[in-house]
């Protein structure tokens, strides 16, 4: 709702980042926990290092915030990847995949759902993947995006009654800094990747968050337990 404060993580870059600005050119006030801050801070923006792998230090966080602000949306964007094939897949790698894709966007809800409630109003949009359908190399990433889809699921469920949606975004091959810098527009790998998308391009941060803000608008009140590919058409299939 504009003129609340919204919160995002992960908003230092990337679609994060994106988010951020977009939700400030809306007229929010935006929250943004990220273990970096940004290069700028942007007026009205509200930068708050966290560790949201580090359970504790994420209850403290949302604690401190919700009770000086209410905070009726929430983007939670933050996560973590480690490409690993099955056989080299290691306990420490999913016990850190699992505490910033799944636990974190669960403690963030607990702690900003009395407000919600409160007002009648809340918008929570995770943020998934493509490759939940299936990656070479994601068997964990994969399996915490796929579960927190299943979280979003149930989380609509419970709160449709309260004025609160629900709703998840599964991007495909976005073209953020990380990600170019991963896959130069010259490597084989990154043309192959570029051919695969129907569309014929990568995606931009802008056109993600164009996708999230939609399911935060205050008139999206219908739409809630949702899955959105925002992949060029991807997740429908291939084109050759």
Request: hydrophobic content about 40%; overall charge neutral.
């Amino acid at each position: 709702m504009k003129g609340t404060t919204a919160l995002v993580t992960g908003g230092s870059r990337g679609i994060g980042r994106a988010v951020v600005e977009r939700l400030l050119n809306d007229g929010y006030e935006v929250l943004n926990f990220s273990r970096t801050a940004p290069k700028q801070l942007l007026p009205g923006e509200i930068f708050e290092s966290v560790d949201l792998g580090d359970a504790k230090r994420t209850r403290e966080a949302i604690g401190d915030w919700a009770a000086k602000k209410q905070i009726l949306s929430l983007v939670n964007n933050a996560a973590m990847i480690h490409v690993a094939k099955i056989q080299d897949v290691t306990t420490e790698q999913i016990e850190e995949m699992v505490a910033l894709n799944m636990v974190a966007p669960l403690l963030l809800m607990q702690g900003v759902l009395p407000a919600m409630r409160a007002n009648k109003y809340g918008r929570i949009v995770n943020l998934s993947s493509r490759a939940m359908l299936g990656k070479d190399g994601r068997t964990v990433y994969g399996g915490t995006k796929a579960g927190l889809v299943g979280m979003t699921r149930t989380w609509a469920l419970e709160t449709a009654t309260q004025g609160i949606t629900v709703n998840a975004i599964a991007p495909g091959p976005i073209a953020t800094d990380l990600f170019l810098d991963s896959n130069p527009p010259d490597l084989p790998q990154t043309k192959k990747i570029m051919a695969s998308v129907p569309v014929g391009r990568f995606g931009e941060p802008d056109e993600v968050a164009h996708a999230i803000c939609m399911f935060l608008d205050p008139k999206a009140g219908y739409i809630t337990g949702q899955l959105l590919y925002v992949c060029g058409g991807l997740s429908v299939g291939l084109t050759g």
